[in-house]
């Protein structure tokens, strides 16, 4: 089992490559969300779907920065034309639906970017 | 201003001694939840306990406690009996009614043995 995984664990790139990351999550978890944490802060959010559907994206999601989920399981996150200030650990979660305001977003273990 | 205030960047407890982590957040909903979730060296966010805006009881949930105080926009995280693996960044968390969560900054708790 059969928590929320992610995948690479580690991506080391030269600024102006693209990368993308993969995150599957819990297989009854009609949600998925995206985060980003930076050294010393708090997890920060990117977007979120619900099955396929993207339903919110953050201001911090520049037009470099897509997701998707295409047939609401996994879901990927790509970075284009990579900067430094990318480097950071994006946080993959999943939630089910149904429970409203207690809904619990469980965590990957996350994928750690370095741009040189 | 910010949602989620940690007012503690680190904390050093002794083994077993029971420990609080301060939280406050500021929101003008009436239906909010707010969590904790705990972050080891590894990096994965591991979800401790949850407490809802209209729950009158404060959440428990084995050696922590929620200490609930929705006057003070209070809810601060008690670990009783602590152990040296409870070491690790301590994150507070708010949902206001919308789907995604904000995070307040952190405390790092450091079990001394």
């Known amino acids: 089992d059969t928590g929320v995984s992610q995948d690479p664990r580690h991506k080391i790139t030269k600024r102006g490559q693209n990368v993308t990351f993969r995150c599957d999550p819990i297989?009854?978890?009609?949600?998925l969300y995206w985060y980003r944490q930076t050294l010393g802060q708090g997890p920060e959010f990117l977007t979120y779907?619900?099955?396929?559907?993207?339903?919110?994206k953050s201001r911090l999601l520049s037009d470099r920065f897509s997701a998707e989920r295409p047939k609401g399981s996994f879901s990927t996150l790509e970075i284009q034309r990579t900067e430094q200030g990318d480097s950071a650990m994006y946080l993959c979660?999943?939630?089910?639906?149904?429970?409203?305001?207690?809904?619990?977003?469980?965590f990957g273990p996350g994928t750690r970017l370095l741009v040189l | 201003a910010q949602k989620i205030t940690q007012t503690q960047p680190g904390m050093f407890v002794q083994e077993k001694e029971a420990v609080t982590l301060d939280c406050t957040y500021d929101?003008?909903?009436?239906?909010?939840?707010l969590f904790w979730y705990k972050q080891p060296s590894s990096g994965e966010m591991i979800f401790l306990i949850y407490?809802?805006?209209?729950?009158?009881q404060n959440a428990t949930e084995g050696r922590y406690s929620l200490n609930f105080q929705k006057a003070r926009k209070s809810a601060n995280l008690v670990i009783s009996a602590s152990q040296l693996g409870d070491s690790a960044m301590y994150f507070c968390?708010?949902?206001?009614?919308?789907?995604?969560?904000?995070f307040g900054k952190g405390t790092r708790l450091h079990i001394l043995p």
């Open positions: 779907f619900q099955n396929e559907a993207q339903l919110e």
């Open positions: 407490q809802g805006s209209y729950d009158e």
């Open positions: 929101t003008s909903d009436q239906s909010y939840g």
């Open positions: 979660a999943s939630s089910l639906r149904d429970r409203g305001l207690y809904e619990t977003q469980y």
């Open positions: 297989s009854e978890h009609n949600r």
């Open positions: 968390a708010m949902r206001e009614g919308g789907d995604k969560i904000i």
